[in-house]
């Protein structure tokens, strides 16, 4: 049989079962509010560094929509040199058609 001590037991063990769960929904909640705000993020790169062999209507194109901080290399090893260090993140280099047509 139930007396008044058991009662007075369980309501605050209920309480503070409730708060632990709310408590933690509402973390949950704002983790998710926090992933989503990242997500939504503008994805562009902005002064990324990029490497280039010579001028090219491509790349003049990209740099138009898109912040690049350019970078003019005199030949195909110099620019993988400068990849392979991490100087930059991107390149393009311009390769001579063949001639064997």
Do not use: H
Request: contains cysteine; charged residues 15%.
């Amino acid at each position: 049989m139930p007396t008044d001590n058991d009662s007075e037991n369980t309501l605050p063990s209920v309480a503070r079962k409730s708060v632990v769960v709310l408590t933690t929904v509402g973390l949950l909640v704002l983790v998710f509010g926090v992933c989503l705000i990242s997500a939504v993020q503008l994805l562009a790169p902005r002064d990324m560094p990029f490497g280039v062999t010579a001028s090219s209507p491509v790349v003049d194109a990209v740099q138009q929509e898109y912040s690049l901080d350019l970078t003019t290399y005199s030949n195909e090893a110099d620019l993988m040199a400068a990849a392979e260090r991490g100087d930059i993140y991107g390149a393009t280099w311009l390769v001579r058609p063949p001639t064997c047509w």
